[in-house]
């Protein structure tokens, strides 16, 4: 009698089949090029990034049908599983480490190049995913200086070719419904996974595979879903046009401000699904369209493309001394070019002889080659780790201006909500039985560089200090900033800080924050104009008036700091130390007169407060010239960022709080006082 299990499975032989697609490569040209004009930032595409689902779901697709059909057969085995994708996957990625290694030497400043070491010995391991989501943050390197940032999603296809094969030999025996039972349990544990990480870990939502999963699921269940009848040429032109408005919606609708993947990735990963269903057989004018040569070209160039086009974008802009953003049309055009030569290059002389055996031919060799050229790169960026980026490369001067960094005496608070209490606080200044003022720090990151300055004039004028401090969240009670994903949970925690300050019994408060920000409506671009006329101006002013009156309440004075001179551009000690490297770049900075214009809005808007802050703390006599308020003084640079001080900055600031305590100093004593006698029987 016949297998039962093999009647269960009948229907599957073409959807099993290893015979080649060429509808699937076109497909995958639909999803390298939107990724890449994505990343280049060329006009139209703030969604391309939805080509990495693409792919996903076609890897979940080609994947499972190659692994279900060689165990049917009772052929499957591990090792030769891994053979065929080392023979894939890994040597272009050598070449591609090789080359970027080489170029980083060259244009990547120490700490750049000690963080491309470190992602090197990641990719290795297969695990870059989970480096860059550890490495993920306020302050994180910026992305375009990054060059295997791509490979986080080579890693979560690497770390599902390790574990699905497995589900699929636990589910052997079940029967084609079962396994698609199970399928859809995995895919499902894993979209809900997706939306929730998406709300409250989004970082976690895009690097890590539980959130992805769901994604390759989709490919394995249309693997093991066979079609019954054949649609006409109409219908499957339908369904095909259906699917690629799915991808190509989002490709241009969505934007890195999308909530992503969670709900938002199933449209396209959706769309992906209705064209490999579709065009199972092939048939009608799309398929023919997709199955086009020049598709096909750039389907097969897909893996060399993807490899090379980000460590090319990220050097390139490194040669520019630039950043991706500031890259004029020729310049991309030039690193496109070189993009396009260095994957067909790729695909001729190493992917395919590799692949087709024309080169290390047996699975020893393979085995052999990887694993060599896979230990001296996790050797060489272990090296350029513990080496802290190879520093004699550089020249001192150079490595003086880039190593400005956030030195503040301590670190942000990571208290929030109704959950702060002072032992979460830094404290810092003069010894508390030493103190005559005793002081809380209250603000977002604008408030936190500012603490190398309050340290020393704390220090000097015996004062004793607590941070409260919490980058990215407006020290304003009752002001939310909706499209700024770091702002979640401010009010319970500007809540939880005002009660603290009243129990802490604080004789001033020093306020803080990067205040042109909160005045932008419906704007995160920092280097947007702040409008303090507008409603978003409105609110920020009803909230600060607030603010001041509610600490005033506490029986302490405030001090307010004014926003900080912004050095035009995109300013970066590393890009300036790698212009001093290659070149004679002029000096960064800003116009003393326009940053005075710029904060004259704010002047303003205080004047009109019926609450005002005891002291004002102003920066341009402390950071500005006569004329120029520079970013870099000799081979000091004063901020970490465009709109960050430094340690160095920060110091500048020393006579300014020294000055704010010394004429706060007899009021806070007579209100000192006024506490004692009322405390006294």
């Known amino acids: 009698m016949p297998d039962p299990r093999v009647r269960a499975w009948k229907g599957l032989e073409f959807c099993l089949s290893s015979s080649y697609r060429p509808e699937i490569d076109g497909l995958r040209a639909v999803a390298v090029v939107p990724v890449i004009f994505f990343h280049a930032q060329i006009f139209g595409f703030t969604g391309g990034f939805v080509g990495v689902d693409v792919f996903f779901v076609i890897s979940g697709f080609l994947i499972t049908g190659l692994i279900q059909n060689e165990i ?17 996957l890994l040597p ?40 860059f989501w550890l490495k993920a943050g306020y302050f994180a390197a910026p992305a375009d200086m990054v060059p295997l940032l791509h490979t986080w999603s080579l890693a979560v296809e690497e770390q599902f070719y390790v574990l699905f094969p497995a589900v699929l030999l636990l589910c052997a025996s079940l029967t084609r419904k079962r396994l698609q039972r199970v399928i859809i349990g995995i895919g499902i544990l894993s979209l809900m996974t997706s939306i929730w990480l998406v709300a409250h870990a989004p970082d976690s939502a895009y690097y890590l595979l539980p959130s ?66 579709a065009t199972e057989r092939p048939s009608g004018v799309l398929v023919k369209a997709l199955a086009h040569p020049a598709m096909l070209q750039v389907g097969r160039m897909s893996y060399s493309l993807y490899l090379w ?24 055009s030039v690193i496109l070019a070189c993009t396009a030569i260095g994957s067909w290059l790729s695909l001729v002389l190493v992917e395919n002889p590799i692949r087709y055996r024309q080169v290390l031919s047996s699975q020893k060799a393979i085995f052999t080659a990887t694993g060599i050229a896979f230990a001296l790169l996790a050797g060489t960026g272990l090296v350029i780790h513990l080496t802290q980026g190879i520093p004699s490369r550089v020249p001192d001067e150079v490595r003086a201006i880039a190593d400005a960094r956030f030195q503040g005496i ?39 560089h500012l603490i190398e300055a309050l340290h020393q004039a704390g220090i000097n004028t015996r004062t004793h200090i607590h941070a409260i401090t919490r980058g990215g969240c407006p020290p304003l009670l009752g002001f939310e900033m909706a499209s700024h994903e770091l702002a979640n949970g401010c009010p319970a925690h500007n809540e939880a800080a005002i009660r603290l300050i009243g129990s802490l019994r604080v004789d ?31 609110r920020f002013s009803a909230a600060l008036g607030n603010t001041l009156r509610q600490i005033n309440a506490t029986g302490a004075t405030v001090v307010l700091v004014n926003e900080g001179p912004r050095p035009s551009g995109r300013f970066s000690p590393a890009r300036y130390a790698t ?34 802050p005891a002291q004002r703390v102003r920066h341009e006599n402390y950071l500005c010239g006569a004329d120029f308020c520079p970013a870099v003084e000799g081979t000091n640079s004063l901020f970490t960022d465009d709109n960050h001080l430094s340690a160095f900055g920060s110091r500048k600031l020393i006579p300014a709080f020294e000055a704010a305590f010394h004429a706060s100093s007899p009021r806070v004593i007579r209100v000192a006082d006024q506490r004692t006698r009322r405390a006294s029987p």
């Open 212 to 277: 992805r999963a769901w994604e390759l699921m989709l490919g394995s269940f249309l693997a093991l879903t066979p079609r019954s009848g054949t649609f006409r040429g109409s219908t499957t032109d339908l369904l095909i046009l259906t699917g690629s408005a799915a991808i190509i919606v989002p490709m241009v609708m969505y934007s890195e401000h999308t909530p992503f993947p969670g709900w938002a990735a199933l449209v396209p990963c959706a769309g992906t699904a209705m064209i490999v269903w």
């Open 508 to 538: 001033a408060v020093v306020v803080a924050g990067y205040w042109s920000v909160y005045a932008r409506e419906h704007s995160t671009n920092f280097q947007d104009p702040a409008d303090f006329t507008g409603s978003a101006g409105r």
């Open 410 to 448: 301590c670190e942000f608070s990571t208290a929030t909500g109704d959950l702060l209490q002072e032992s979460d606080l830094c404290q810092f200044g003069s010894e508390p039985a030493h103190a005559r003022l005793r002081v809380v720090l209250f603000g977002d990151s604008h408030a936190s």
């Open 92 to 131: 272009p990625l050598v070449v591609v480490t090789v080359v970027s290694l080489i170029a980083g030497a060259y244009l990547l400043l120490p700490n750049e190049f000690k963080n491309f070491g470190q992602s090197v010995v990641a990719s290795t391991a297969f695990s870059s995913n989970i480096y």
């Open 309 to 332: 086009h980000w460590p090319m974008l990220v050097l390139g802009a490194a040669w520019y001394n630039k950043y991706i953003p500031e890259l004029d049309g020729l310049q991309i």
């Open 72 to 88: 049917m057969e009772g052929k499957f085995t591990y090792f030769f599983f891994w053979e065929r994708r080392a023979r894939r």
């Open 579 to 612: 212009a001093v490297w290659h070149g004679s770049p002029p000096l960064p900075g800003v116009r003393r007169d326009e940053y005075l214009e710029d904060i004259s809005r704010f002047d303003e808007l205080l004047r009109e407060l019926e609450v005002q």
